[in-house]
């Protein structure tokens, strides 16, 4: 048994990969919402693979989030934020797919997901 408190943080350290993964690989259709207020950002048929490993999407909901510049650590990028509830969501860049060129690349743990299953009984 291992309790050392480097051994605590490498599993807390796994347990965000996993879910991060389990997001960013997630294909059912649904949407995607803010964590901290409920507040509907993406739609599945948005979200695309992209290698980042975080959950990108091309388009977000009309309304639902904010662009804002970031300078911090010295680079130059665009933030995502919540409209509702100003929560960090991630960034924005310009190497996304077609039709936007867009890719929000958004942070798993600002996200949650809703499936939807009334599309699921379509399949
Ligand atoms: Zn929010």
Known sequence: MCKTKNCIIQRTKDAVGFSR?????????????CAACGNGLFNSKTKYDSDCGWPSFYKSKNNSVLLKKDFSYGINRTEIICKRCGSHLGHIFDDGPKPTGKRFCINSVALKFREDKSDKKQD
């Open 21 to 33: 993964q389990r997001m960013s690989y997630n294909k059912k259709s649904g949407k995607y919402t």
